[in-house]
């Protein structure tokens, strides 16, 4: 595809599962991050990756959430024992430099009952 | 996480008159800046950038000005359209990572 895509879109789950989520950034984008945005407000930074170099996790809420990429291409977010303030979507966005425009996906939303 | 944002302010306008969002950035450092529109149920998409070196920047109907000295943001639209309604978030780079600020709904009646 052209764009950024996740999946899933919706994801419903009950408080103390594990949850992940899937980004499948643009094709060359060596920059990727993960956003998160509660019910209106902003977006809070999670992490970036850039290429190979070590990820910048310093968004990361807690030691529940991680987050993978294999090279340049999928990455994967990662909550463990989900609780009720993870309910969120969440927005992966992939840039073809750690300088460029950013390419936003639809976001995942995730609701933790 | 980091983010600036909270509760959202709205700034409501008529249709055809030009408005103008204003956004605070946090990081002297920061050399890029980016105005991004996210309507409801989607992700946010690009509107303008603007590097550091500049102090102004002209779009299609957009022009984002920037104020290094108070660290100050302003995106204008002009002849604002029903369409233009959506939240408006500027954004800053600092090491690579870009930063959100807070958020601004905007509302335009016809």
């Known amino acids: 595809g052209a764009g950024v895509s996740q999946s899933p879109s919706n994801k419903v789950t009950e408080k103390g599962k594990d949850v992940e989520l899937r980004c499948d950034p643009i094709s060359g984008h060596t920059a990727l991050y993960w956003y998160r945005q509660r019910l209106g407000q902003g977006l809070e930074f999670l992490i970036y990756f850039q290429g190979n170099s070590a990820p910048d996790k310093s968004g990361l809420p807690s030691d529940r959430f991680s987050a993978e990429r294999t090279g340049e291409s999928v990455s994967t977010l990662t909550i463990q024992r989900t609780q009720q303030e993870d309910s969120a979507v969440y927005l992966c966005?992939?840039?073809?430099?750690?300088?460029?425009?950013?390419?936003f996906g639809e976001g995942s939303r995730l609701t933790v009952l | 996480g980091e983010s600036v944002g909270l509760h959202l302010p709205t700034l409501s306008v008529q249709e055809g008159d030009n408005s103008i969002i204003n956004c605070a950035y946090s990081n002297s450092a920061s050399d890029y800046f980016i105005w991004y529109k996210q309507e409801s149920g989607k992700g946010p998409q690009f509107i303008i950038d603007?590097?550091?070196?500049?102090d102004k920047r002209q779009g299609q109907r957009v022009t984002v000005l920037l104020n290094k000295t108070v660290k100050h943001l302003s995106l204008q639209i002009a002849a604002t359209q029903p369409g233009d309604s959506a939240v408006y978030f500027c954004a800053e780079k600092t090491a690579g990572k870009l930063i959100f600020g807070q958020g601004t709904e905007l509302s335009v009646k016809p």
């Open positions: 603007i590097r550091s070196n500049m």
């Open positions: 966005a992939s840039s073809p430099s750690s300088t460029g425009e950013l390419f």
